[in-house]
């Protein structure tokens, strides 16, 4: 986008409709059980792979994330980062290259070699399907966002925690780490306004690429 678009606060309004949000989680249930039971082979290769590059650690990474209408729960990764990542970040926080209250760096030395590779096809969010069966994630949603990111909001990024958090939305598929902050909250907010289960599976479907890997991701 050339120039950066603008949704006004009161232009934020959210989906409500009974019979989208029952079919939405209704997709969210079949898609999440049918994608663990026909992933559960590769769960099982990534974890191998993990704990042959280090032994020491989990296979698996929780972290405290904001859901709908700031509630908190925890969001389960494969562990893509050595064990003391977050303790290292605070050293990193000056190399940030994503403006506004989220870190990203794209070339992180916390990243391990297994790590880098499901960061890049995005494997390593697959385990979210677990949030997705418990009712904390949707399959298409913004990101859930970090505590201390949330702190930063003003009541205009607030509109984002507004709606069920997901694995993929409208920044997945256009240019993900590559996009600012900015636009990246526009792009939640338009997908707030707009959803509907066309677009859910649209979304859905686009998403499915970024496993054969995707250049922006990091």
């Not at 729960?73 to 940030?96: D, G, H, I, T």
């Not at 870190?103 to 070699?113: E, G, M, W």
């Not at 009712?135 to 201390?148: A, I, K, N, Q, T």
Request: net charge positive; glycine share 6%; aromatic share 12%.
């Amino acid at each position: 986008m050339n120039e950066m678009p603008q949704l006004t606060f009161e232009e934020v309004t959210t989906n409500e409709n009974y019979a989208y949000l029952a079919t939405k989680r209704l997709i969210d249930l079949m898609g999440a059980l049918v994608g663990i039971i026909c992933l559960s082979p590769l769960f099982l290769l990534v974890a191998i792979f993990i704990k042959a590059e280090d032994s020491t650690g989990p296979v698996f990474f929780k972290q405290k994330r904001v859901g709908k209408d700031g509630e908190t729960f925890y969001m389960y990764k494969f562990r893509s980062m050595v064990c003391n990542a977050e303790e290292l970040k605070k050293a990193l926080l000056r190399q940030n290259e994503v403006s506004g209250p989220v870190f990203k760096i794209k070339h992180d030395p916390r990243v391990t070699k297994v790590g880098s590779f499901i960061r890049k096809t995005s494997i390593d969010e697959l385990p979210q399907l677990l949030n997705v069966l418990r009712g904390e994630m949707s399959l298409v949603g913004p990101r859930p966002p970090l505590p201390d990111e949330v702190e930063k909001y003003t009541p205009y990024e607030m509109k984002r925690l507004s709606v069920t958090p997901g694995l993929t939305c409208y920044w997945q598929v256009n240019g993900r780490s590559n996009i600012g902050f900015e636009e990246w909250v526009y792009l939640d907010l338009k997908y707030i306004c707009e959803r509907n289960t066309f677009i859910d599976i649209k979304l859905i479907l686009k998403t499915v690429l970024v496993l054969f890997g995707s250049k922006d991701a990091y």
